[in-house]
């Protein structure tokens, strides 16, 4: 299978990967979440070749994750902004956050807290189940295959 194919597969993490499957594009992403905006910020900042940055930046657009606005007119500049879809990932980096700072701590500890701005404490995000509330790992997960497995198989023998 061919990378530009890996969206195809009636896979939720196949489907994720093919918009977001590249370092550059998750610390562009972490670079959102802490507050940059500006193309030359994230040049800046990540060290990454403009072409390489400009490709991505239009990807994570055109799948309405981050929104081009205006900043000055009359040079047709632009800030990058998390849309609604793209702060639905936030939940992603902060679980790549704390396994990173639990398996590849060097020993200096987290780079990084979070604090919850609600009750004002630093936290270690969690998975909880939706319905019991209750903390999940993944001795306690069972995955079910759904009938759209079974729809996108059937289409595939069609083709």
């Known amino acids: 299978m061919k990378w530009e194919e890996i969206g195809n597969q009636p896979c939720s993490i196949a ?7 590249d370092r550059w594009t998750m610390l562009i992403l972490r670079n959102a979440f802490m507050g940059l905006r500006r193309f030359d910020d994230f040049q800046e900042n990540l060290g ?3 072409h390489v940055l400009s ?6 657009v055109e799948h309405e994750i981050l929104v081009k606005v205006a900043y000055v007119d009359r040079q047709e500049r632009y800030e990058y902004r998390l849309t609604e879809k793209g702060l639905d990932l936030y939940p992603i980096l902060l679980t790549m956050v704390a396994w ?16 919850h701005t609600v009750c004002g404490h630093e936290f270690t995000p969690i998975l909880v189940c939706s319905e019991c509330q209750q903390a999940v790992n993944a001795r306690q997960v069972k995955p079910i295959v759904t009938s759209a497995f079974f729809q996108y198989l059937a289409q595939k023998k069609l083709a």
């Open 15 to 21: 489907r994720t990967l093919s918009v977001l499957g």
């Open 48 to 50: 990454v070749t403009r």
């Open 55 to 60: 490709e991505r930046l239009k990807r994570l």
């Open 100 to 115: 990173a700072d639990k398996w590849m701590d060097e020993g200096l500890g987290a780079p990084m807290v979070y604090q």
